[in-house]
Every structure is written in C-alpha cells, then in structure tokens.
C-alpha cells in the first residue's frame, strides 16, 4: 500500500484546494515505538511512547510542516524561499525547494550548525549563508528581506509550516484509536513544534476525532530558556543547537499551549540532556540528535521532583506519555562520537579481539 504524505493523508484539515500541486516527500507516518525499559527506569506508573520523528525524509520533524510551505509557496507563484535555521529547517526547505524546482536560500550561525545538517542543504542545492551572529539575528534579517522581496519566509512564522506540522498530533490521537496520550513531551526552540502539536490536538477533539487533549510538557536547556525564564536570552548557549534559541517567535503561542493543556514548560541542563541522549540509544535502541533528548531529560527530571506521583490515568492504571523525537541522531555525528566509547585499535588477532572482549577466558569450553 502506499503512504502519501501528511498533506494527502489529513487534507480536510489543511488548508489546500482541489487542484492544489502538492509537494512532498510522503512525510510523516513515523514511527510511534514504546519504550518499555525506559518507562519502567522512569517511574513506576508511566507508560512512554517514542514518535520517532527523525525517521521523516529529511530527518527531522520540519518535514510536516515544509511541504505545506513550499505547496503554498508554488501555489503563490514564489520562485525563492528563505529561511533562518539552526540546521534542520534549512535541510528540510532545501530538499522540498530541489523537490519543487524552486530557489532556496538559508542563512545559518555560523559555526553551530551540525554536520549531517549543513551537508543537507549544501547537497540539495541551496544558497547557504552563514551570518557571523546567533539564529536570532539571522531571523530578523530573513523577516526583513522576505518583507521587502519577492522572496517566501519558510521559517515556522510561516503560517502554513504550523498547519502541517499539526498532522504529529494527528498521527499520535489516530494510533490511539481517537485518544491522546495524558501528557505530551517535546523540545522547545523557537516553539513552533509546540504551537503546532497544541493546535492539531484542539482542531482533532473539535472534530470529534479525539476523546480529550494531552497535558503539554515543553523542556527548553537552561542556557537557552528565555520562556522558563519570562525574558529573552541574548546569547542562548546549549550544546543542543537545535534549540539555541533565546527569542522563540512563537513564545506566546508556547505560553498559551502550556497554559490551556495545565502543562509545564521547564528546562534542563546540558548533562541532563547527554545523559537523556545516551540513555535513549542504549536502552531503547533510538538514536536521537541532542535537542530531541531533552524531552526526555525533562521527564526525568520531572518524575524526580515527584510530579508524576499523584497524577491519575485517565484511562486505565498507567499515565501514557508520549516523547516526541524531533530529528535522528546521525544529524550531528560529532555529538554521538564524543558522547561514546571510542574504538580499539587491535593487530589483526583472535586473542587480541577476545582479550578486549573480556572473553580471553576459555568462556565457551
Ligand atoms: C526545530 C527543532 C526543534 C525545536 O522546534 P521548535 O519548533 O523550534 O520549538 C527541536 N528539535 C529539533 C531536532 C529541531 O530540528
């Protein structure tokens, strides 16, 4: 059978006509994995879900909510789109730009973008600029130069990267059988992802599809968290470039996902985030870019602080969550290798091998 992309798949959802070209890479339908041994390290009453949503095409979640952008930007007759990226937005524009025939052009920081990341814009054909300055300042100036030219903003102010980025909540309620998870656990950067998710839960409970809505838990890391912190960071630091953002456009919007949902938005630590990071590829198996693992470094934290002890399931004994992996780990290979035993270098050597191994002992006779 074949799987179309969110577009197809939710159209009665999304804002396209009947004869609307639609572009897209038949994104979305991730994989949505439980994590048994993670849950049971966790706390003793949760039930995790895994939304693997590095497994999209370009490797991240910005894939649900690119092809609405560039369909609206074909559709609107735009022949360049632009965007800011701290990696993921500008791998995913380019490859739906190449896929469209159109232009694009991205503006990074320089120097904090991951390697899988800027190898997917450049391979893809795209303008890539790096601006001695942080995302921020490269925003401001995309917002300013798509205002005054015939160029599309595809960044998630881009009204139509939320519309498609909704179709996550989709999927989750649908797997469900029509109910969301109790909570639900994401990264915040720029807090489009959060505005998107709150929004495709609300519109799906209107329509009768979903029974109730999640609790919104949102980690941002501590040296990029200008929402828990209730003012802007002028230079967001986090070793989790995706979100190293110290203005997020859509703050409100966060804020208002947080409040409505009776969620939390917190942050956690660079530590705490590794640790969530290696935690994931070894006792899981899923293998995450450091962003993602925040939501998971967040849970733990919050099960530590007791938040999880007096919650009721509303279904069942156990309180499901769901932890929403926004890109895969072999976006930033840097990060996986540092974090991670090295390899020996051996002679080509049976005893050598096994010595290593702990095995040189006679285990098998
Ligand atoms: C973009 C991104 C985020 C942050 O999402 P926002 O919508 O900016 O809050 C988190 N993780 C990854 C991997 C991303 O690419």
Same mark, same amino acid.
């Given at each position: 059978?074949?799987?179309?992309g969110v ?5 009665a ?7 609307t070209r639609?572009i897209?890479l038949?994104e979305?339908s ?9 849950s ?8 995790i ?10 490797g991240s979640f910005k894939?649900?909510?690119?092809t609405m952008?560039i369909?609206k930007a074909?559709?609107?007759?735009f022949?360049?789109?632009?965007c800011a990226?701290?990696?993921?937005t500008s791998?995913?524009a380019?490859a739906y730009?190449?896929?469209?025939g ?5 503006l990074?920081p320089?120097?904090?973008i ?13 303008k890539?600029?790096?601006?001695k300055?942080n ?5 401001t100036?995309v917002r300013q130069?798509c205002?005054?030219y015939? &160029?599309?903003?595809?960044n ?11 179709s ?7 797997a469900?059988d029509g109910v969301?998870?109790d ?7 720029n807090a489009?992802? &959060? ?7 609300k519109?799906?409970?209107?329509a ?9 838990l949102?980690f941002?890391a501590?040296g990029?968290a200008p ?9 967001p630091m ?7 953002i110290?203005n997020?456009?859509?703050w ?5 996902a947080?409040d409505?949902?009776?969620?939390? &938005?917190g942050m956690v ?10 935690l994931l590829?070894r006792t899981e198996?899923?293998?995450v870019?450091?962003?993602s693992a925040?939501?998971?470094?967040? &849970?733990i934290?919050l099960s530590?602080n007791?938040?999880f002890d ?7 004994e156990?309180i ?5 992996l926004t ?8 990060s996986a290798i540092a974090?991670?035993?090295?390899p020996a ?5 049976e005893?050598a ?5 702990g ?5 098998f006779a």
């Open positions: 059978m074949r799987i179309a577009i197809e798949r939710y159209r959802f999304m804002p396209v006509q009947d004869n639609v897209s038949n979305g991730t994989p949505l994995i439980q994590a048994y041994k993670l049971a390290a966790i706390h003793p009453k949760l039930e879900w895994l939304k693997y949503e590095g497994l999209n095409p370009t894939d649900r909510g690119m952008a369909t074909v559709e609107d007759g022949k360049v789109v632009m990226s701290t990696g993921n791998a995913s380019a730009a190449a896929r469209a159109i232009k694009c052009a991205v990074i320089e120097g904090k991951a390697l899988g990341k800027l190898s997917q814009a450049m391979v893809h054909g795209a890539v600029i790096q601006i300055g995302f921020d300042e490269a925003l100036l130069i205002s005054k015939p &160029i599309c903003l595809v998630s102010i881009n009204p139509f990267r939320i519309e498609g980025q909704k996550g909540a989709f999927e989750i309620v649908d469900f969301a998870p909570f639900q656990a994401m990264p915040v950067g489009g992802n &959060i505005t998107a998710y709150w929004k495709g839960y519109e799906y409970k209107a009768g599809k979903a029974a109730n809505l999640p609790r919104m949102g941002q501590a990029s929402i828990v912190l209730g003012h802007p960071v002028a230079e986090t070793y989790a470039t995706a979100i190293r110290g997020p456009a859509s409100k919007t966060a804020e208002e947080r409505e949902s009776n969620g939390v &938005i630590t660079d530590h705490q985030i590794k640790e969530a990071y290696k590829a198996g899923v293998f870019e450091p962003a925040a939501s998971v470094a967040g &849970i934290k530590q007791g938040f007096n919650v009721e399931p509303l279904y069942g156990m499901r969550l769901v932890c929403i890109g895969h780990g072999l976006k930033d290979p840097d974090a991670a035993e090295q270098t051996l002679e080509p050597n005893e091998i096994l010595e290593v191994l095995m040189l002992e006679p285990a």
